[in-house]
């Protein structure tokens, strides 16, 4: 008889743009492989071919915000049918860049959408699921800000005022606050090596 798989872990990874998570992700990645994990790499907008184009619409085209806010819910109703919960019931850890988490900071937080229209698409689009971890890298926004590689074309967020990243940055740490259980901030100011010292030291707690 074949024994199910033990679920795998769900670990996502959230801050405004320029605060640095990207960075780390692939040093994440390599600590669960090293440890026996068969890792699933992906990301929010994104993660499949019809994701991927939603992303695209809601990183570059104007719109109204609950149509931004709509598309990025679609997106993840596709995400999670077909990359998320497989990966999951294999035994599968998910590590995420970016989850709901970031539609309550931007179209909640920067954008100003009612929270309760975003609850109410949570509650929908996937009512079982959480991350088990989440991993909110905080930067003071002068420091996002300078990380921003000047070198490419900025998506419509980026491009954005101080003011709604101050806000987002707000809906960030308002998250936070109300699900302490999994939401850990990181000091993103703090040298790279000593990041991913508490990182390893997170992470071990979660495998064991």
Known sequence: MTVPAKRGKFITFEGI???GKSTHIAFIVDFLQQHGKTVVSTREPGGTPL???LRELVLHQKMHLET??????AARREHIAQVIEPAL???????SDRFTDSSFAYQGGGRGLALAKLEALEEWVHPALQPDLTLLFDVPLEVARARLDATREL??????????????RQGYLARAEKFPHRIIIIDSTQPIAQIQQRLTTILGQLLN
């Not at 931004?68 to 819910?73: P, T």
């Not at 019931?89 to 590590?95: A, L, Y």
């Not at 998506?155 to 987002?168: G, V």
């Open 51 to 53: 994701s991927e184009t």
């Open 68 to 73: 931004e806010a709509l598309l990025v819910f």
């Open 17 to 19: 743009d320029g605060a």
């Open 155 to 168: 998506d419509k967020f980026e491009r954005e005022q101080a003011d709604f990243f101050l806000a987002t």
């Open 89 to 95: 019931e294999r035994g599968d850890w998910i590590v």
